[in-house]
């Protein structure tokens, strides 16, 4: 059904007072999941992120890439192994990473928005040294040692945020891939949901959004649950209400809150101009974590 004049009038009317409140503020969005990979949807996400930027926001894209990854290197016939949800990472397959997330992905997203009217530019955390990484190894479940090597997947260590201020001042909306770089220059392929918190609370980002292909996090009847505060969020955890994949996307959120972010939300990247509405309206479509700054007054 067509929407009247009116309703639409209304819809602005709701976005206002959203958009008062957040002009100017760094909202840090991950990209992934069907989102990525449905043409509408792409588009789509392109126009939202154009008409942020446009109203004031300060919108700023990490992007994942595991279903190209895992399809090229499916292609050259190298077998991708996984443990603990984590992807082998041998200097082999950290090449088809590198040219799949810093240059296909990468630019794919840029050209995108910047065919919406906007001015996105590509970058991976190798440009200009700006994300500093070390190796990442995963607990051994029998021991409890972090002594299990998954090859060239990195952790991040610290973020020089200065050349997303530059762009970012400069009405540049960055794009980045989630690569690292070590004490001697090598390369790390990074978790982009890790990569996107870490960046949030290195700006000291209004918001995280973790885009996903579930509604959100669930209770046990399997409706949303949003407004959670940090404490109930481990409580959900606790309990077995919060589990599996989840989890991860989960403990990164919350450890955006917990460092000065605002609040976090994991939403549903399959609805179209998801992000809008998550964002701009009064319901929202997706789950809100809030941290104590959330809290506090707004400057």
């Given amino acids: 059904m067509t929407a009247t ?20 503020k760094t909202l840090v969005i991950k990209y992934g ?15 939202d992120v154009v008409l942020l930027r446009l109203v004031g926001f300060n919108p700023v894209i990490v992007h994942g890439g595991g279903p190209q990854i895992g399809k090229i290197l499916s292609r050259v016939g190298k077998q991708t192994e996984f443990i603990q949800g984590m992807r082998v990472t041998d200097e082999e397959t950290l090449d088809v990473v590198e040219m799949v997330l810093g240059g296909l992905v990468n630019q794919d997203i840029v050209t995108y928005i910047n065919k919406q009217g906007g001015q996105a530019v590509g970058l991976t955390g190798k440009d200009g040294n700006f994300i500093h990484a070390r190796k ?3 607990s051994n479940p029998d021991t409890g040692e972090e002594n299990i090597d998954i090859g060239q997947v990195g952790e991040v260590v610290r973020i020089d945020t200065d050349i997303i ?3 970012t001042s400069r009405n540049f909306i960055p794009v980045i891939a989630p690569l690292g770089v070590g004490e001697e220059g090598e390369a790390y392929n990074i978790n982009a949901d890790l990569v996107a918190g870490k960046l949030a609370i290195a700006l000291q980002a209004e918001k995280l959004v973790l885009l996903t292909n579930t509604a959100g996090v669930l209770d046990k ?20 209400t919060i589990s599996g994949g989840m989890l991860p996307k989960v403990a990164c959120a919350l450890d955006a809150v917990q460092n000065g972010v605002r609040t976090a939300h994991i939403i549903d990247g399959r609805v179209p101009h998801a ?5 701009l ?12 700054a959330a809290n506090r007054p707004v400057p």
């Avoid at 009038?9 to 002009?23: D, G, K, N, S, T």
């Avoid at 992000?275 to 964002?279: C, F």
């Fill in 5 to 24: 004049a009116e309703q639409k009038a209304q819809v602005l009317i709701e976005a206002l007072p959203y958009i008062q409140r957040f002009h100017g």
């Fill in 33 to 47: 999941g069907n989102a990525m990979t449905d043409i509408s949807l792409q588009e789509g996400f392109a126009r």
């Fill in 136 to 138: 990442l190894m995963l």
């Fill in 165 to 167: 201020h530059l762009l």
């Fill in 221 to 240: 009847e399997g409706k949303v649950l949003t407004g959670l505060s940090g404490g109930r969020v481990q409580a959900l955890i606790a309990d077995g």
């Fill in 275 to 279: 992000v809008l509405l998550e964002v």
């Fill in 281 to 292: 309206t009064d319901e929202g479509i997706g789950t809100l974590i809030r941290g104590a």
